[in-house]
DNA sequence: ACCGTGTTTGATCGACCAGTCAATCAGCAT
DNA sequence: ATGCTGATTGACTGGTCGATCAAACACGGT
């Protein structure tokens, strides 16, 4: 080995510029020169690291995906109590502050692109599966605890997920029905209905 | 006028041949040659009713949404009751069918589009707004005949309507714990949850 | 100093494709 | 028939961009 290795570096450093990118332009408009300018190299550079503009996409929602997980475990951390925890939580996914925003844009642009690409769909699987789990996991410490209401932990789990989602979505539309506050709020009552009733299920 | 016009067929069938397109392999992968194929028709026609690319895609997101639109219209009126109505409604959206999931294919390459596209934006405005007031005139009938819980009917429609956009975007990821099987489940406990609190009342 | 390997560069190539256009066709009127 | 105009075609052009590559560079070991 002739020098130390930059590798480990330089790559991050271009998926955080093909992150950024993807999440101002898109995966159809983004140009691997783009990426390469953004990351102040050259494509020569962004093709030495990754073979093919297709290979740096992939890595890019990888990339995003374990970042978004690394931001959220302090925030998990950081609350004992389930209702708490769960609360903070969704917090974090709501599309407020600019990293968060850029992070959902990625997302999209990674559900987009795995509707036709095998390889991306197994990506989203892990992904959804991991806070799925994370979330479900929660729930059931809640349950356990007494101060969620019973029901199947997975299922409500999904549906909070898919509504997240869902309402995400349209907060990054702009949607003048769907603000961040709106979103918020209904995240909020969602949260309340599985909190308050602590008994039958269905 | 020399001859009856032919431009609302054609331009119908090219849309239609976009939309599939579209669903398909996805805005960044369509070819102009692609739709014009599919139209069974030449580059130079599909050119002929569509400027650009651009406008051609904009009118395919556009003529799904009427569709979709006009397919929803019998499922409401076939149904009295606001509870059958609105399960109905819901059913209608699960990604179950062909038509209904390359429905729901263009719909988030419009999504993913949107994000950086301020025309698409207004677009989704519409669509979505259109959607919600639907919904949450269902839920108001069904309110004010005792049929379902209280609550604000913009926020409840709301949750159900990203619920159901989150929740169909994992099933046409075809993920592995979420087919549309499931996605039927969380609905109806949703619903069911809608009009659980008015079982044993009045 | 020199070598070898890892890294960087940007000019260049080749493929691809949206959009153009001149030519042609098809229906209707007179 | 003839002329008019809308409709259709597909070859062609101009531009774009992913990927390649030969050359140069940087660092560390000897």
């Not at 020169?33 to 890019?60: C, E, I, M, P, Q």
């Not at 997302?107 to 987009?112: A, G, I, P, R």
């Not at 991991?130 to 809640?142: N, P, Y």
Request: aromatic share 8%.
């Amino acid at each position: 080995m002739a020098r130390t290795s930059v590798e480990a570096e330089r790559r991050e450093q271009i998926l955080e510029a093909a992150c950024h990118v993807l999440s101002e332009i898109g995966f159809r408009s983004l140009r691997v020169s783009d990426v390469a300018k953004r990351a102040r190299t050259s494509t020569g550079t962004v093709h030495y690291y990754f073979a093919t503009k297709r290979d740096l996409v992939h890595a890019a929602f990888e990339y995003n995906f374990d970042h978004s997980l690394g931001r959220r475990r302090p925030i998990l951390d950081a609350h004992e109590h389930p209702r708490d925890r769960l609360r903070a939580f969704v917090e974090s996914y709501l599309p407020a502050d600019e990293v968060t925003i850029r992070a959902w844009a990625v997302w999209v642009e990674l559900w987009c692109e795995a509707l036709h690409e095998d390889d991306l769909q197994e990506l989203n699987e892990r992904v959804y599966g991991e806070w799925r789990r994370i979330m479900a996991g929660v729930i059931r410490d809640g349950q356990d605890q007494g101060c969620f209401r019973e029901g199947d932990a997975v299922v409500l789990a999904n549906s909070l997920i898919g509504m997240i989602d869902g309402l995400a979505m349209q907060v990054l539309l702009r949607s003048r029905s769907m603000t961040v506050e709106r979103m918020r709020a209904v995240c909020d009552a969602a949260l309340e209905g599985l909190e308050r009733e602590v008994r039958h299920a269905s």
